[in-house]
């Protein structure tokens, strides 16, 4: 049978998932869907791929809004750093936060979910190289931060790093996978289109590509 591209590229992606995966649980692949137009997503769509990725919130408004009304299983992440002036925006289409970092976000979103009647799935973004150019909270704040998101009634389901880019990339994997363990986390959001075979070695339950679906952008 002849598929699209993007198609052949994730049944490709999924068979090496399941290759290397070390326990039950089969990760969750986010087609990351930033800045590709809705014509080069709709074959995925088709198919029945669920997880898509933006990383800005109105282009993800103009280009799911209607889509997700017609498809409503279609689970939106927004991957991308969350700015507390465009968190109202964000509720209205996202159905994961894989960005949260910092108490002033955490806040607005607990308020705006409060008005909104909305509860996204989250996860709080690590600074796991303790990069000064990165988001994200450092790994000796991270059971505080938690118990922070707690008592606001976030639904904090697990941790996401993008970790520095250099050859020590397993290691941070293998880091992130015991800070999960140690807070009880199910979910782990790690690995993009270059190491996301090593992010499913070390327990991630989430990974983010984009390349390797749908090619290089333009």
């Avoid at 017609?70 to 109202?88: A, D, E, F, P, S």
Wanted: aromatic share 6%.
């Amino acid at each position: 049978m002849n598929f699209h591209k993007s198609i052949n590229n994730l049944i490709s992606i999924e068979s090496n998932i399941k290759s290397n995966i070390l326990n039950s649980t089969i990760p969750k692949i986010i087609a990351v869907s930033k800045t590709f137009p809705i014509i080069e997503i709709i074959p995925l769509i088709d198919h029945g791929h669920i997880h898509y990725g933006e990383n800005k919130v109105q282009e993800a408004l103009d280009k799911w809004s209607d889509i997700k009304i017609k498809n409503i299983n279609i689970k939106l992440h927004l991957i991308g750093r969350l700015q507390t002036n465009k968190v109202k925006s964000a509720l209205r289409i996202f159905d994961f936060i894989h960005s949260l970092d910092s108490e002033k976000l955490a806040n607005k979103i607990s308020e705006e979910q409060s008005k909104q009647g909305k509860r996204p799935k989250i996860f709080i973004q690590v600074n796991i190289g303790n990069e000064n150019q990165k988001s994200g909270i450092n790994k000796e704040e991270l059971i505080d931060f938690h118990k922070f998101c707690e008592s606001l009634n976030l639904d904090v389901i697990g941790t996401m790093c993008i970790p520095p880019n250099d050859e020590n990339v397993k290691n941070y994997f293998s880091e992130m996978k015991k800070i999960n363990e140690k807070l009880n986390f199910k979910d782990l959001s790690m690995g993009m289109s270059g190491d996301y075979i090593e992010a499913i070695k070390n327990n991630a339950t989430y990974v983010r590509i984009g390349s390797k679906i749908f090619g290089s952008r333009d």
